[in-house]
């Protein structure tokens, strides 16, 4: 995706002297309070057990340089592509995909949805807006395009509010690309965390999971004397390797056999150019499958986030039920805004201790995960 050829902004601007649109998009996304709200949002593992687990900022650090890394290999924007690795956990309410589920959950009855996605769309168009120009961040088109499709192609009559971003063409393959390093992420770090946390059982991590039976055992005949948390690392930091050469190696040659020529000829394409290998995707799945059977739903993890969780739960009938008890500016928001919404929007803002503060703040109770 070229600069030179992008749709621009809703709001025209005059051209910064030494920056590109896209990095202007990036540091607009560093410097947003949304961005910087992602250190106090859990990733998996709360701060309860140790101060060196990911965060949701973290995390996306991470995501960020895989991203730019591979686009960079492929010949692709890589400011494009970091640009949107930045801003894909931007949407994200406290307490991970827990919290995102019980937020849909929510809104269901309300005939609305909650999707972190389309929630950071809402963030970077309406609620950052640090500027007397325009409303919002006022981010490129493509920007806006990637943070809406990285990860789902909608059609019109799931999201017909979004047409713009035309919802019946592929992506570029710098958008792409971030759900596939998404996962590369955090299927090897929460291996990494879930050893920091004393819930990884290397046996059985290596029986269900022969991707990273091999490269261990590699490591292991190359070193047989290290110590293990050494040896983990290696065989961590090879698996990272092999699963991001597989995805740009793998994605080339897609693109090659495909004739592709043009960001015309990717957006037309019936299916997503950027994919793993059938080795690579199984291996990937294999890693998803272990970390859900065995280290998301361990009572460690589990017991704090169900708890936090209902906190949330509470606090969303709370602040629907009792009108004057958000805050002016949100209060405001609902004489033109359902007030389910408003609320949402309330809630998928806060950071994870904020939100326990203001339960306990209302119901003079909190969870385990705030001590």
């Given at each position: ?106 809104m269901r009855p309300h005939g609305s949805r909650f999707n972190h996605n389309l929630q950071a769309l809402r963030i970077v168009e309406q609620f950052e807006s640090p500027y007397l120009d325009f ?69 059985t991590l290596r029986k269900e999971v022969p991707l990273f039976a091999e490269i261990y055992a590699k490591v292991e005949s190359c070193y047989p004397a290290a110590r293990e948390k050494l040896k ?140």
């Open positions: 995706m070229r600069v030179e050829l992008s749709r621009g902004r809703r709001y025209p601007e005059p051209e910064h002297p030494y920056r590109n649109e896209y990095a202007r998009d990036r540091d607009r996304i560093i410097h947003s309070r949304a961005f910087r709200r992602l250190e106090s949002k859990t990733q998996v593992f709360t701060i309860r057990y140790s101060d060196h687990f990911r965060n949701r900022l973290t995390h996306t650090l991470e995501v960020s340089q895989i991203a730019r890394t591979v686009a960079a290999a492929l010949g692709l924007n890589t400011d494009l592509a970091e640009t949107l690795a930045l801003a894909h956990d931007i949407g994200h309410p406290p307490f991970g995909h827990a919290g995102e589920k019980k937020l849909d959950e929510l409303p919002g961040l006022n981010l490129t088109f493509e920007v806006r395009e990637g943070i809406v499709k990285h990860s789902h192609d909608y059609t019109a009559s799931e999201v017909p509010h979004l047409t713009e971003y035309l919802l019946d063409l592929r992506p570029p393959l710098e958008s792409q690309l971030i759900d596939l390093v998404d996962e590369i992420a955090y299927n090897t770090a929460d291996l990494d965390d879930a050893l920091e946390a004393e819930l990884l059982d290397m046996d983990f690392n290696e065989a961590l930091r090879n698996t990272v390797n092999f699963l991001a050469s597989d995805l740009l190696f793998r994605t080339n040659v897609k693109v090659q056999n495909s004739g592709i020529s043009s960001l015309d000829d990717i957006r037309n394409t019936p299916n997503r150019l950027a994919a793993f290998s059938e080795t690579a995707a199984q291996a990937n799945a294999s890693l998803k499958r272990f970390l859900f059977q065995n280290i998301y739903n361990d009572p460690a993890i589990t017991e704090d986030r169900d708890r936090s969780v209902r906190c949330l739960e509470e606090l969303f009938a709370f602040y629907l039920d009792s009108p004057g008890s958000m805050p002016a500016s949100h209060e405001e928001s609902t004489r033109t805004e359902a007030r389910h919404l408003v609320v949402c929007d309330y809630i998928a803002g806060m950071t994870d201790q904020f939100l326990l503060r203001k339960h306990q703040e209302h119901f003079g109770t909190t969870s385990a995960s705030a001590t």
